[in-house]
């Protein structure tokens, strides 16, 4: 169709796009009220499953306020593979590509109510980055006092929603970790739901606040079981408790 753009310029305004909400943390909902443009289209263009036209190419610049033509750094003739394009995730968790969270990349200082001492603190470091050979953002926890629990998987990221889904899928079972963007501090909190030891060998549902506070290079925060006396006890308990105070996520009935 004459004014379509070609795969390989699609694939340049796609990304640029992508990047440019993630940096300035938009929806796309939003992008497309703003460009007068209705969300199903903008979804499949960015998705890759129709072209780009002139018409809303411009209405997008308008809307961003940015260039998204004749970039200077070269656009491949042909689409690459996953790799070769900085990567893009599966469309099941959210279709995301590489610039576009590559925010999300490093260490996290994870901090969540302890399950059996109350009133503690568990706190322990969970890595997210980006996995080359599949495409997508992995996590991984570590420094857990319950090592043989540490626990590994996926990052999905769905647009509808804005919200980072941390998943670990084994043999048919699902653990979750579910959170917001970022604060104006960087800290990401929301929910953790799972299956903890009960009786004897009975397991039981659980749910609990949690958040993820990125560590700064140089940084060595405290990790382990932290009660109440210690130095970081304080403030660890406030991320905490500031999670369901400020309504980052609810817990209906409690």
């Known amino acids: 169709m004459q004014g379509d753009f070609d795969s390989s310029q699609s694939m340049g305004v796609a990304l640029k796009v992508r990047e440019e909400l ?27 499953r129709r072209p780009f036209t002139l018409s809303t190419v411009v ?40 610039p576009a969270v590559r925010w999300l990349e490093g260490e996290y200082l994870t901090l969540r109510p302890s399950i059996d001492e109350p009133g ?21 926890e570590s420094a857990r006092l319950d090592a043989e629990y540490s626990q ?5 990221f769905p647009h509808l929603s804005g919200h980072i889904y941390l998943v670990t899928q084994y043999a048919g079972q699902y653990r979750m970790i579910l ?8 800290a990401m909190c929301g929910v953790l ?14 749910a609990a606040p949690i958040t993820l506070v990125p560590i700064a290079q140089g940084q060595a925060p405290h990790m382990g079981l932290i009660r109440a006396g210690m130095d970081c006890f304080n403030e660890y308990r406030d991320r905490v408790d500031h999670i369901c105070r400020r309504g980052f996520a609810l817990f209906p009935g409690h």
């Open 193 to 206: 739901t799972s299956l903890v030891s009960g009786a004897g060998a009975q397991l039981t549902p659980a």
């Open 59 to 98: 209405r997008l610049e308008e809307a961003l306020g940015l260039k998204l033509r004749n970039s200077p750094s070269p656009v491949p003739a042909a689409p690459a593979a996953p790799q070769e394009q900085g990567g893009l995730a599966p469309e099941s968790m959210g279709a995301y590509a590489r």
């Open 152 to 156: 590994r998987g996926f990052v999905s």
């Open 179 to 186: 959170l917001g963007r970022p604060s104006a501090k960087g």
């Open 22 to 48: 993630a940096r300035r943390r938009l929806s796309r909902q939003w992008l497309a009220d703003s460009a007068r443009l209705s969300i199903s289209t903008l979804e499949k263009a960015l998705a890759g």
């Open 120 to 140: 503690a603190i568990y706190a322990y470091r969970t890595l997210i980055e980006w996995d080359e050979e599949d495409s997508h953002l992995r996590f991984a």
